[in-house]
């Protein structure tokens, strides 16, 4: 998706990147095209949703599960996160 | 003296990258590089610099290098210029050229310190949405005055005024003018905080074209007739007024120009209430 990270390149890279900065600031002012737009406020308005995860209590054993449409995962009753974490919760009495 | 800069944990070298593309492309940025640039800005909000000083966090820094410096009189040159596009690029373009020498000769971006770079480029993002913003804004509200809607609006010259959590007040609903990029920035996830937004955006030919979202309340008050439309085909139904939605939020996108139109028509026909 992106090049190299902004403390990796050098000074004439960067004074470069000023430049360009400045040479598409005058032509290009911050409107989106509206497919991105949309795109980009559906994604943070699905980021900002609560992640809801049930947990069943009414079984011999607690079971995790999460709805269908949800970026979570759940193996074994351990939720797994979009970036490959591990979520587990232990229940204590 | 090496200077340190204090990250947020979760920024991540993605969003490293993320900063530097801005710089460098912004402008062709697709879905998701934005995304993840949106929110690397937001965490900068986060970050500090430690100097011999102290310590100062980037939107310290911003104040006192950017706004306080430049912000009243680059205003005050729009609501004074015929030409607000033109006057305000020009203007725009030499603040931000000033930027990283005036952080150089402050001592907070000395050579060979790559990571004082992430200081520069937010203080860049923040003044290119500033200037931009308030240009389009400025714009809008001029138009809107030329065209004989009333309305009321913040008072741009006053700094307290510009940080009011809407721009103006039409048909007793409030609104805010924005370009699309910072209606993200500013309305992130959060279902709409206003009644309406005037936007522009860019159609596939790069043709820009200006819209009001708003919330169905005051479509209701103005008209009631929309299409409902899948966001993809959003495009391909304007200037016909569609009704989308986005995850959750169900909202009226109308034409500019229809809009003023149909509330001329009310406000001429109405005495105005209140809808807030």
């Known amino acids: 998706m992106f090049e190299e990270a902004i403390d990796k390149i050098p000074d004439r890279d960067w004074e470069e990147a000023i430049a360009a900065h400045l040479a598409w600031g005058e032509t290009w002012h911050g409107d989106l095209p509206a497919d991105v737009f949309f795109g980009v406020w559906a994604s943070l308005v699905g980021q900002a949703k609560p992640l809801v995860i049930t947990v069943q209590l009414d079984t011999p054993e607690p079971v995790v599960t999460v709805p269908p449409d949800s970026p979570l995962t759940v193996e074994d ?5 979009d970036d490959g974490r591990e979520l587990v919760i232990q229940f204590a009495s | 003296m090496v200077l340190r800069i204090l990250l947020p944990a979760e920024f991540q070298d993605v969003h490293r ?5 801005w710089v460098r492309r912004g402008h062709e940025f697709n879905h998701e590089e934005w995304q993840v640039a ?10 500090s610099v430690v100097t011999r000083q102290g310590i100062l966090p980037f939107p310290v820094v911003y104040h006192r290098h ?4 430049y912000a009243d009189s680059f205003i005050q040159t729009l609501l004074d210029t015929p030409e607000i596009e033109s006057v305000g690029v020009q203007t725009w373009a030499e603040v931000a050229s000033k930027i990283f020498i005036e952080l150089r000769q402050a001592g907070l971006v000395p050579p060979h310190q790559p990571a004082t770079r ?20 400025v714009q809008v509200l001029r138009d809107l005055a030329q065209s004989g809607i009333q309305f009321t609006a913040h008072d741009l ?3 307290q005024e510009r940080v009011s959590p809407w721009d103006l007040e039409v048909l007793g609903f409030r609104g805010d003018v924005k370009r699309s990029l910072f209606f993200l920035q500013t309305v992130r996830g959060q279902h709409l905080p206003h009644a309406f937004y005037i936007l522009r955006l860019t159609q596939k030919n790069r043709s820009r074209t200006l819209v009001v979202m708003m919330r169905q309340a005051m479509w209701d008050v103005i008209d009631g007739e929309t299409i409902l439309t899948a ?3 959003l495009v391909n139904v304007l200037p016909d007024t569609a009704r989308v939605r986005v995850a959750d939020v169900e909202v009226v996108v109308a034409d500019y120009t229809l809009w003023k139109r149909l509330v001329l028509q009310h406000q001429s026909e109405h005495v105005e209430g209140t809808h807030v």
């Open chain 1, 77 to 81: 009753n351990r939720i797994v996160l």
């Open chain 2, 66 to 69: 950017v706004d306080e410096p």
């Open chain 2, 157 to 159: 010259t006053s700094r």
């Open chain 2, 118 to 137: 992430l200081l520069v480029a937010y203080c860049l993002y923040w003044w290119y949405a500033f200037a931009y913003g308030y240009i389009f804004e």
């Open chain 2, 231 to 233: 966001v993809s085909d």
């Open chain 2, 38 to 47: 949106i929110r690397a800005f937001d965490l900068l909000k986060e970050a």
């Open chain 2, 17 to 21: 990258q993320a900063v530097l593309a």
